[in-house]
C-alpha cells in the first residue's frame, strides 16, 4: 500500500443538513478522483457512502460514511455525516475525527434547520477548522450570495469567499478561484469573463483582508501593498482555516460537477494538513497538555466509530493523531483501563476494506476484532498515561421502553443492545428498578427505531417500544401518632404482636428513617428487626399506588408482647399495618420527579413556547438571550417531558431545541393522583 507524508494527508468531513447534497457530493468527489469508475445514485440505493439496507430504503444517511482517495499525490480521507439531528453523534465523530469540517449548504433552501444546526454546533466547539460549500448552484432559486448573508447574519464568523460561481440556476456553467485568479469553465481553468472581472475584484478584497486580520505583519503588509502576494494569501488561508478564525467557502453543483476539480484543488492547496493543525490537546493525568503530530511521538489515536455485526464482525474506525499502529500491536484503552490487540488494519472505501497493513499519524482507518475498544475510546500504547479529549454529547430527550416480543428473547436483548449502543454513545439503556422496565433514551424517534431495526436484521430479535412508566413517589405531609395490634388465635399457638409509631414527614430527599425508641423491653430488642423489615417492604412497594415511599420517619416508641405468642412475623404483621394506618392519618400525597430544561429558540417563537410549557403545568425560571436565540430555563413535569420533543419541533419548525437533567420531587395535583390511585385500586382488584 502506498504512504503518504503528513504532510500529503486531507481529513476532511461534511456535514449539514439532510437534503443538502453530501452523499451526492462524495460521490462524485470518488468519481472525479477515479476512485470509483460509476456514478452511484440515492434514488437507486448504490452509493459509496450510504450502504446499510435502512439508508438505501430511507434515501438518507443514518450513520457515517468513510471514503479514500489520490488527488494530486495527496491522500485525502472524507468523511459523510448524516444530516438528521437524530444521530448527532455521528456527526460530532466525523467532524472531531477530521481536520476540516465542510458544512454543504444548498444554494436554493436559505437558512434551513439542518444548516443553522450544524452552524451553531461548529461554532460552539473550540477552534474547530470550518469551511462552507455551497452545493446545488444549478437548481431553481439558488442564490449563492443569500447563502452568505444569511450566514453573517444568524452568526459571528469570518466568511473568506475562496471559489465563486459564475451564473446561477441554468446559467450557473463554471467558478473562480480567487486566490488564482482563475475560471474554471468547461473542464479546465481560462481566463476571467469580463463579465465577472468586477465581481472577482469585489470577492478578492474581501478574502485578502480576512487573511491579513489573522496575522499582525500580514495587516502591515496589506496596509503598505493593499494586496498581498499569492503565497502569502494561501500561507494566511491555511493558518486561519487551521486555527478556526476563517471560514473558507467554495461554490459548486455535485450533480453536474460543475466546480468539483477547483473544489479538489482547493482542498489539496488551501486546507491544511494533520502536520498543519499543530499540538493536539490531550489528558494527561487528568490534567490538559499539548503533544504534536508525529511518527515518532507518542501512540495517541481516537476510536471515532464502532460497528459491532455477528456476521462480519467488529470494526473500530480510528483516527491516529500521533505515532503509527500495526497489525498485532498490543494497544493500551484508558477509558477502560484495560489492554486490547489490533487486528488486521485497513482503509476504507464505504463498506469496502483494503488491507493497509500499517497506520500512521494523521491518517484514518479501520480496525477489526478489537476487543475492548469502542467508540469515543482512545488508543495508546502499554503504560501511556494520556487520552483524548472525550466530546461533549446532547443529552437525551426522547425515552421509550423496549422488550422483546418472544420471551425467549429477553435473556439476548440486554447483550446485543449494549453492543448497538457502543456505536452511539448519545444512547443510553437501563433499567428502571422502581418501574421494572428497560428504558432507552435517545435524540430522537428515528434514532430509537433505528435500534429496534438493527436489534431484528442483525441479532433477529423482534421488540416492541411503549411509553415508560412515570417514577412517582408517595410520602406525607403530616404527623400521625398510631398503633396496631395483631393478635391471631386459631387454635394451638397463636400470634400476637403489638407496635406504637409516631409518624412524620423529612425534608425533601432525606429517605425514609426508622427510629427505634422502644425503653423498659416493651418490645424485646430480639423483635426490632422484624419490625424494620415489615416497614421496609411497605417503603419499596408503597401503600397509595404501589410506588416507592420516601421521605419518611417511623418512630417505634411504645409495643407490647406475649411470651408464648409473639414472633417476628406477628411484629413484622404489625408494623406494616400501623404504617399502612397512619399513612392516611398523616396527609399522604404523590410526588412527581421534575427536571430542568434548557430550551433554546428562536426569539420569535419565544411566545408560543412559553405557552406551552404553561400548559404543560411547567414553571419558567428564568430566560437570557444568545446571539439571535433565547435560552429559556424552566422546570417541567417528567410526565410531560415524554412528549416534549415532537411538540417543541412542531413549535418552532424544528429550529427548537432542549436539554434536560432531573431537578426533583414535587406534589403531584391531586385530581392527578386521584386518577393515579384508581387505576392502581382497580388493577389490584383483578
Known amino acids: 500500500m502506498k504512504t503518504y507524508d503528513m504532510k500529503k494527508i486531507r481529513n476532511i468531513a461534511l456535514t449539514g443538513a439532510s437534503g443538502s447534497g453530501k452523499t451526492t457530493l462524495s460521490e462524485h468527489l470518488l468519481y472525479q478522483a477515479k476512485a470509483i469508475n460509476r456514478i ?51 456527526k460530532i465523530a466525523g467532524i472531531t475525527a477530521a481536520d476540516v469540517a465542510i458544512i454543504v449548504a444548498n444554494a436554493a433552501g436559505g437558512y434551513e434547520v439542518g444548516l443553522e444546526q450544524t452552524l451553531e454546533q461548529l461554532s460552539e466547539r473550540d477552534a474547530v477548522s470550518t469551511s462552507i460549500i455551497v452545493n446545488r448552484m444549478d437548481n431553481e432559486h439558488a442564490d449563492f450570495n443569500r447563502i452568505m448573508e444569511l450566514i453573517r447574519e444568524n452568526l459571528d464568523i469570518t466568511l473568506a469567499p475562496v ?44 478574502l485578502i483582508e480576512a487573511i491579513a486580520e489573522t496575522d499582525e505583519a500580514l495587516m502591515e503588509k ?71 503530530c508525529s511518527d515518532e511521538g507518542p501512540l495517541l489515536g481516537w ?17 491516529l493523531f500521533s505515532g503509527s499502529i500495526k497489525s498485532g500491536m498490543d494497544i493500551f484503552i484508558p477509558e477502560k483501563d484495560n489492554k486490547d490487540k489490533v487486528g488486521n488494519i485497513y482503509t476504507i472505501m464505504g463498506k469496502n476494506r483494503k488491507d493497509a497493513g500499517e497506520l500512521k499519524a494523521g491518517d484514518i482507518g479501520a480496525l477489526v476484532k478489537l476487543k475492548v475498544a469502542r467508540t469515543f475510546n482512545s488508543i495508546t500504547a502499554s503504560g ?35 453492543k448497538l449502543l457502543d456505536e452511539d454513545p448519545t444512547l443510553n439503556f437501563e433499567l428502571n428498578t422502581q418501574t421494572n422496565e428497560n428504558v432507552l433514551s435517545g435524540i430522537g424517534e428515528l434514532q430509537i427505531g433505528m435500534i429496534q431495526k438493527k436489534l431484528k436484521a442483525r441479532y433477529k430479535i423482534e421488540t416492541e417500544l411503549n411509553d415508560p412508566k412515570i417514577p412517582y413517589k408517595e410520602t406525607i ?48 430488642s430480639k423483635f426490632i428487626p422484624a419490625i424494620e423489615k415489615g416497614l421496609n417492604e411497605i417503603m419499596v412497594n408503597g401503600i397509595m399506588a404501589g410506588y416507592k415511599i420516601i421521605d419518611i420517619c417511623v418512630d417505634c416508641y411504645f409495643g407490647s408482647y406475649h411470651d408464648v405468642d409473639s414472633s417476628e412475623l406477628a411484629f413484622k404483621l404489625a408494623a406494616s399495618q400501623a404504617l399502612k394506618k397512619g399513612f392516611s392519618e398523616a396527609k399522604a400525597i404523590i410526588l412527581e420527579p421534575i427536571h430542568q430544561v434548557e430550551i433554546v429558540i428562536p426569539i420569535e417563537y419565544m411566545g408560543d413556547v412559553m405557552g406551552d410549557i404553561s400548559t404543560r403545568r411547567g414553571k419558567i425560571l428564568g430566560m437570557e438571550q444568545k446571539g439571535k436565540k433565547q435560552i429559556l430555563n424552566a422546570h417541567l413535569p417528567l410526565s410531560e417531558l415524554f412528549s416534549y420533543f415532537p411538540s417543541l419541533k412542531s413549535l418552532t419548525q424544528g429550529r427548537g431545541r432542549f436539554g434536560q437533567k432531573f431537578s426533583h420531587y414535587e406534589k403531584l395535583p391531586e385530581e392527578l393522583a386521584e386518577k393515579i390511585i ?9
Not at 438505501?56 to 495527496?74: D, P, Q, V, Y
Not at 471560514?247 to 476539480?261: D, K
Open 40 to 90: 452511484g445514485k440515492i434514488e437507486e440505493g448504490n452509493t459509496v457512502m450510504d450502504f446499510e439496507p435502512e439508508e438505501t430504503a430511507k434515501r438518507m444517511s443514518l450513520a457515517l460514511g468513510i471514503a479514500n482517495f489520490e488527488w494530486k499525490n495527496h491522500k485525502i480521507n472524507l468523511i459523510d455525516t448524516p444530516g438528521s439531528a437524530d444521530f448527532v453523534s455521528d
Open 163 to 206: 471559489i465563486i460561481p459564475i451564473g446561477k440556476e441554468n446559467a450557473f456553467e463554471g467558478v473562480v478561484d480567487i486566490i488564482k485568479e482563475k475560471a474554471y469553465i468547461r473542464d479546465s481553468y481560462t481566463e476571467i469573463p469580463d463579465s465577472m472581472k468586477e465581481t472577482v475584484d469585489e470577492y478578492r478584497k474581501q
Open 222 to 292: 496589506y496596509f503598505e501593498e493593499d494586496t498581498l502576494p499569492v503565497d502569502e494569501i494561501k500561507q494566511g488561508l491555511v493558518k486561519g482555516l487551521a486555527e478556526g478564525i476563517l471560514t473558507p467557502v467554495f461554490a459548486c453543483s455535485a450533480g453536474t460537477e460543475i466546480g468539483l476539480v477547483p473544489l479538489l484543488d482547493a482542498v489539496t492547496e488551501y486546507f491544511p494538513s494533520p502536520e498543519d493543525k499543530k499540538g493536539i490537546k490531550v489528558i494527561d493525568n487528568d490534567k490538559e497538555k499539548t503533544i504534536e
Open 303 to 319: 476510536l471515532f466509530k464502532s460497528v459491532a455485526d455477528p456476521v462480519t464482525g467488529d470494526i473500530g474506525y480510528v483516527r
Open 384 to 418: 501511556s498515561k494520556i487520552s483524548y479529549p472525550q466530546p461533549e454529547l446532547p443529552c437525551s430527550v426522547y425515552w421509550k421502553t423496549i422488550k422483546a416480543v418472544n420471551q425467549s428473547d429477553e435473556d439476548k436483548i440486554g447483550s446485543a443492545l449494549n
Open 477 to 524: 405531609t403530616g404527623k400521625a401518632d398510631v398503633s396496631y395490634k395483631h393478635k391471631k388465635q386459631s387454635g394451638g399457638r397463636g400470634q400476637y404482636g403489638e407496635v406504637y409509631f409516631r409518624i412524620s414527614p423529612t425534608e425533601r430527599g432525606e429517605g425514609y428513617k426508622f427510629v427505634n425508641s422502644i425503653v423498659g423491653g416493651t418490645i424485646p
Open 678 to 686: 384508581k387505576a392502581y385500586q382497580e388493577e389490584q382488584a383483578q
